[in-house]
Every structure is written in C-alpha cells, then in structure tokens.
C-alpha cells in the first residue's frame, strides 16, 4: 500500500477546522456520455443496489448502460443551467453560506468544502484540497437528513476508503442523519408557510420522500421511520390534521416493491377521491434536483392533472434560503462542540516552527526533514 504523504507541510502552516457539505452527485453535462460515466459509479456502489454483484454487474452493462444514459440525458437537459446542473449549483451555495456564517464566528480557522459522493467534485479530491488548507479535524456533513444505509453509510464508506490512503488522518466526526432535528423542522415549516402567504393554500400537503425498495428496511434500514417521523413533525409544527397531509415515496426503479404509497400513483388517484388541489414538498431533498424540478413538477404535476386535478403547487427545497443555511449552521456547530478552534496566530506558529526545527537539528543533523 502506497499512502498518501504530507510532503509539503510546514510546521508554520495554520490548523483549521474543516467542514465538508455532500450530496449524491450529478453528472457533468446532459450527455448520454457523461450520463454513462456518472450511472456506472452510482449504481455499481454495493450500497445502492443489492444484487449479487456478478448478476448486476451482467444487467448495469449489458442492459441498463446501454439504454438509460440516452433517456436520462433528456431529463437532465430540462433542467440544466448555465452553471451546471441545480444540484451542482445549489449545493455550492449552501456550502458558500455556511462558509460565511461560520467565518463570522471563527475567522479563516475554518474551512469549509462541498463534494459530491458520485461524479464531480469528488470526495477525495476535496479532501485532498481540504487537507492541504490545513484541516486537522473534519466533519462530514452529508445533506441526507434521514439515514439510508444506500445514502449516508455509503458517503461513510467513500470517507473510510479514502483515509485508508493517507498517512495523516484528521480528527474526524460525522453527521449521519438529523429527521428530526428542530431548527431543520423549524425552517421547513417557516418554507412552507411563506410559501402558502404568497400562492395560497390547496387542499392536501403531499411529503414526497425519495424511494428504496422495501427490502432494505425489512434488513434493518430506518429510513421509512425516519421520513414519517420528519413528516409527522413538520405537520405538526404547521398544525395540520392528519387529514390534511400525507407521506408518499418517489423514483423507484426496477421490479421490486419499493416503500409505498408512490408518489406518482397517489396523485393519480387523489382527484378521483376528491382532492382537487394539493401543494407537494419534498422534505428528503436539501436541494432542488433532477427528482424534484422534473419528476415532482413536471411529470407528476401532470399525472394529478390529467387525472382530473384542478391546483398543483409545488413547494420549491430549502436549497441556500437563509433559513436553511442557518439550520444547517446550528447542526454543525452542535456537532463542533468540544472541538478548540485553533488560534493560528502568527507569534504561536513561528514558535512552533522554530521548536520543531531545533529538535530535529538535535536528533538528525545537517538533515533535511
């Protein structure tokens, strides 16, 4: 094993405090090719689907690769822009705010970073910027605000599998899910209730949370417990009844039973049991993506309509609104505590700098190391 050095450190360089913000990823551009590359990573990861690995090695090739990319190209050329891809952008700006307030509080002691756990920017090379900025203690914070062994644990295993390739490792903790932390819950119902001030109120809230097949919970995942924990927070914060909101599941894919009720099938049936206007929120999603902007907005809004729905309002993501970033903000700093932040002030460095070099000059003389 060849590990990755420190070659270029100073004793005089600043320790910091890092922060790194992830999400599960985005392609590089609306492409079939680059759709083929970011497709291959995701659904290879064990973690996403679990198939025994030859069989689903002989379908991802030999059948899913050579169909899907064109398709999902389509879809994620709807959405894109200029800059990049929504999630792309929005999760730059959430990890740019919380650069900021943090930076309020703790100077340039702090590092803040955002990576993405398929395509770019990738983890390990945010890491690596990340160390060599100076950040001797790291926490992860994946924007996954219910735990998913297909989501959180596999950002986990791709921080694990990176430090197994380094000879320096940071102080390090991580954020594995918050369903129901309060200024999260706080900040979403603040969303929604400017959200009705300024376009009124339809009949039902629908609470779309991303799918996984059901399998995965009868393993163990608490993902389904959590997303209706979330839910039935968020309602209440809103006072709502429980007739007046309901918790349904998105995106599956493939065959097999996924977490019911789905999404597109319930608002293909709401009209008919006469509920004639909904608002849909997704409170799994941090950022507006592929999955909310065209799945929720587009193609659901008009199976609801179709189906003989008269009001559909979708409620954007809390994406960088100052609400979120100062949820996300307390999160962290809640998972800071006990954690000194270095002073770096430049007398303490140099004496660093100069006690180190003396030692060495003892011990290894005339050598350079």
């Not at 590359?37 to 050579?66: C, K, N, Q, S, T």
């Not at 929504?86 to 955002?114: D, M, S």
């Amino acid at each position: 094993m060849q590990y990755k050095g420190t070659e270029n450190f100073r004793h005089v360089q600043p320790e910091k405090l890092g922060v790194l913000v992830t999400n599960l990823g985005t392609p590089d551009a609306p492409t079939p090719s680059a759709l083929r590359r970011y497709l291959a990573e995701f659904l290879a990861d064990p973690r996403v689907v679990e198939v025994p690995r030859l069989l689903w090695w002989l379908i991802l090739h030999g059948v899913i690769l050579r169909i899907r990319p064109r398709k999902s190209a389509k879809a994620y050329a709807s959405v894109w822009q200029p800059e990049g891809s929504p999630l792309l952008i929005h999760t730059a700006n959430q990890a740019e705010g919380i650069r900021k307030e943090l930076q309020k509080k703790y100077g340039n002691n702090v590092v803040v970073g955002f990576a993405m756990r398929y395509g770019n920017p990738s983890i390990h090379t945010v890491l690596d910027e990340m160390h060599s900025q100076g950040a001797r203690k790291l926490l992860v914070l994946p924007l996954y605000p219910q735990y998913s062994a297909s989501t959180s644990a596999s950002t986990f295993d791709a921080i694990a599998s990176d430090f197994t390739r380094r000879r320096w490792l940071p102080d390090f903790r991580f954020v594995s899910h918050y369903p129901d932390y309060p200024p999260y819950i706080e900040a979403m119902a603040a969303h929604i209730r400017a959200h009705w001030e300024q376009h009124g109120r339809n009949q039902k809230l629908i609470l779309s949370y991303h799918g996984v097949p059901l399998k995965y919970i009868t393993k163990g995942d608490p993902y389904h417990c959590e997303c209706h924990k979330t839910s039935r927070l968020l309602a209440e914060c809103l006072g709502l009844a429980n007739s007046e909101y309901q918790t349904t599941f998105q995106s599956r894919f493939g065959r097999e039973e996924w977490l019911k009720p789905y999404t597109d099938e319930t608002l293909k049936a709401l009209p008919g049991e006469g509920v004639k206007s909904i608002d849909v929120f997704c409170p799994g999603f941090s950022s507006d993506c592929l999955e909310t902007i065209e799945e929720i907005d587009e193609e659901n809004r008009e199976y609801f309509m179709e189906a003989g729905g008269e009001g559909f309002s979708y409620i954007p993501a809390l994406n960088a609104s100052p609400g979120h970033i100062n949820a996300l903000v307390q999160l962290i700093e809640d998972n800071l505590q006990g954690w000194h932040v270095p002073s770096n002030a430049p007398e303490a460095l140099a004496r660093r700098d100069t006690l180190a070099k003396q030692q060495k000059e003892r011990i290894y003389p005339g050598r350079d190391l």
